[in-house]
């Protein structure tokens, strides 16, 4: 009986694959025959998986994408938040590709996003997994707005009792948050600062610092 192929995990093999040779010698060094020769299959193997080297680079960048997604869903998960705002910032700092384990994984992304500004099909690609990510800020920046907003009102003013009205300003703050806007505004934050640390112009602890006040500011 002819073996099965299990054509789905070999995709994502392939893909690794190509992960690993962009990461050391960029997209202008990643070629079919390298990619078979790391992936441990046949040049006809890949061939059948992928029409063209386009074709492959393009399921290779939905494949980061979605296990930035999953990673991000599975923080949240693992560590639920006393509040939206915290989950926001937790999805953040798994977008922004800040920690070491994941700097080959940043490296290889913004090799990606720079091809993208010349190829429509990674660029289309690109925006797909865009997508998500940013309808997840913009839910939990909605939910954290709409609590900040309802824990204003409940307190009536502050909640202090010395009827400074400190509570209602930032309601009055929160209620003038537009999700959306806040949401693009975030993620590329976290896209500009991944690539400020790898060139070196800023350090993960620098980028945090960065990323954090920003959160901070969104109630301030």
């Known amino acids: 009986m002819p073996k099965q192929v299990d054509h789905v995990s070999r995709r994502r093999l392939i893909a690794e694959a190509v992960c690993h040779l962009a990461d050391e010698h960029g997209l202008e060094g990643v070629t079919l025959r390298d990619v078979a020769a790391r ?5 006809g193997a890949v061939q059948r998986c992928f029409r063209t080297k386009e074709e492959m680079l393009v ?14 869903r599975a923080r949240l ?24 384990e994941h700097r080959a ?5 913004l090799a990606f996003v720079a091809q993208a500004a010349v190829n429509e099909a990674l660029a289309t ?26 824990s204003g ?4 003013a502050d909640g202090d009792g010395d009827g400074d009205g400190d509570g209602d300003a930032g309601a009055d703050r929160a ?34 610092d960065v990323l954090h006040a920003h959160l901070a500011r969104l109630w301030a």
């Open 39 to 43: 992936a441990q299959v046949s040049m």
């Open 175 to 208: 209620a003038l948050v537009d999700p959306r806007r806040e949401a693009r505004t975030l993620l590329a934050l976290v896209d500009g600062l991944t690539t400020h640390v790898l060139i070196g112009h800023l350090t993960p602890p620098e980028a945090q």
């Open 105 to 109: 994984e940043a490296r290889v992304w």
């Open 59 to 72: 399921f290779t960048l939905g494949h980061i994408g979605e296990r930035i997604g999953e990673r991000v």
């Open 77 to 100: 998960v693992r560590s639920p938040a006393q509040s939206a705002g915290t989950a926001l910032g937790h999805a953040a700092t798994e977008i922004s590709l800040l920690r070491e």
């Open 153 to 156: 009102s409940d307190a009536g």
């Open 125 to 150: 690609t690109l925006r797909a997994s865009y997508a998500p990510l940013q309808e997840t800020f913009t839910r939990l920046i909605a939910e954290a707005a709409d609590a900040e907003a309802g």
